[in-house]
């Protein structure tokens, strides 16, 4: 198959809508479309269509009882497929969509069991990026869509990530630019008493206790190592994800003896012939004496540091290293997100200094 890659952001308004218009034909006829959102490309198909959202799980490699996000662009879709909106639900919705919100709900019968894997709730999310809006507006469909990188690798945060992963398998790209925020979206539980953060992202439980009295975060979110009786509730957290090709080290520990650390275990890989990757700060670039130093953003904006965290790994994977030290972060707001995606690409490996 021949993947097409059509520029939607920079176009004229009439090559913006022949682009949106052959996007949703693809979409209606049970076809894949990539699409830009604020968090990260997705894997768009149409979220009724069981055989459409099977073909999501055969691009990616995506294992079968792992549920996708139905995006909507209104908030009256949520009725067509949810059975019970509680009112707290709705205070959420109100308050933080369209955004980087996805919000699971007891689902209706239409929605499929290839969608959700068999769970008997659904994931839905309002995305705020306006391209993201008019293409599920122009398909006339609920739109499921996973992260459109390959199972394993890390999220696309630019169109030509999403091409390095589904070049010949999806039909059509469009291109939107660079996203804006770089890590997925929060996902909140609300189909149980107490709603429970399944994965932390640029909306935080700070944020969402503004507008509820209590949110609980799921063990398997801030858990170091996965324990066996820890079962992870958003069944996308139980593997290993956004992997680099290197072996990756997480150090933590004051800033001075991690890049001690991080120079010591370096001079050690280099002289055994190995190529290092270092993650490091603006703060701290200038403090490293040998490696490949990649920018993860400024200690001082995290929010530079989420928007970079995909684009670092994958580059490092361009350039081929053989074992990649990263700097860590704080662990409460977006440091959270942050800490979250970074430990599971180092698998959990982490050395304490
Ligand atoms: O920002 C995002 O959320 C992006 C963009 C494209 O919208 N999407 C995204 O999708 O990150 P994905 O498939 O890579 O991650 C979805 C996560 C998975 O961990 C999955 O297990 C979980 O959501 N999930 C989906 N439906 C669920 C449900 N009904 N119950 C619990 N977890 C669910
Ligand atoms: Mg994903």
Same mark, same amino acid.
């Given at each position: ?9 920079? /176009? ?62 209104? =908030? ?26 996805? =919000? ?10 290839? #969608? &959700? ?10 995305? +705020? ?20 990188? #390959? ?7 630019? !169109?030509?990530? /999403?091409?390095?992963? *589904? ?6 790209? %469009? ?16 189909? #149980? ?20 009295? @209590? ?17 992870? @509730?958003?069944?996308?957290? @139980? ?8 072996? *990756? ?8 003896? /991690? /890049? ?5 275990? &370096? ?16 703060? +701290? ?12 953003? +400024?200690?001082?904006h995290e929010e530079t540091v989420a928007h970079?965290?995909? !684009? ?8 081929? =290293? ?7 972060? +704080?662990?409460?707001? %977006? ?15 982490v050395a304490e200094v």
């Amino acid at each position: 198959m021949e993947t097409e890659l059509l520029n939607i952001e920079k /176009v004229s308004p009439e090559e913006k809508a022949a682009a949106l218009k052959k996007a949703g034909e693809i979409i209606r006829e049970g076809g894949l479309v990539a699409f830009p959102t604020e968090t990260v490309y997705g894997l768009g198909a149409d979220a009724l269509n069981a055989e459409a959202s099977a073909k999501i799980y055969a691009a990616k490699g995506r294992p079968s009882d792992n549920p996708l996000i139905v995006h909507i662009h209104d =908030v009256d879709q949520v009725y067509e497929i949810a059975s019970e909106v509680p009112e707290a639900a709705k205070k959420v919705m109100e308050k933080f969509w369209p955004g980087p919100l996805t =919000v699971i709900l007891n689902k209706k019968s239409c929605v499929p069991d290839g #969608t &959700t894997g068999g769970l008997k709730t659904v994931a839905i999310r309002m995305p +705020s990026h306006p391209l993201a809006r008019d293409f599920i507006r122009e398909s006339g469909r609920m739109i499921a869509a996973p992260s459109a990188n #390959t199972s394993g690798r890390p999220s696309p945060t630019l !169109a030509s990530h /999403v091409y390095e992963d *589904m070049q010949g398998r999806i039909p059509l790209i %469009l291109d939107g630019g660079a996203v804006g925020i770089g890590i997925e979206s929060t996902i909140i539980d609300m189909s #149980t008493d107490t709603p429970t953060i399944l994965r932390p992202g640029y909306i935080t439980k700070d944020m969402l206790e503004e507008v509820l009295p @209590k949110v609980n975060i799921d063990p398997a979110v801030t858990g170091r190592t996965m324990k066996k009786n820890v079962v992870a @509730k958003a069944p996308g957290m @139980k593997y290993r994800h956004y992997a680099p090709k290197a072996d *990756m080290t997480l150090v933590e520990g004051d800033m001075d003896k /991690v /890049v001690a650390y991080i120079n010591e275990q &370096t001079k050690k890989a280099e002289a055994e012939g190995k190529k290092v990757g270092i993650i490091c700060t603006e703060e +701290s670039q200038d403090m490293y004496q040998g490696g490949n130093l990649e920018v993860i953003g +400024s200690r001082e904006h995290e929010e530079t540091v989420a928007h970079n965290l995909f !684009a670092v790994l994958r580059d490092f994977d361009a350039r081929k =290293v053989d074992c990649i030290f990263s700097e860590s972060f +704080s662990k409460d707001q %977006l440091g959270q997100a942050i800490m979250n995606r970074l430990l599971k690409a180092a698998g959990h490996k982490v050395a304490e200094v």
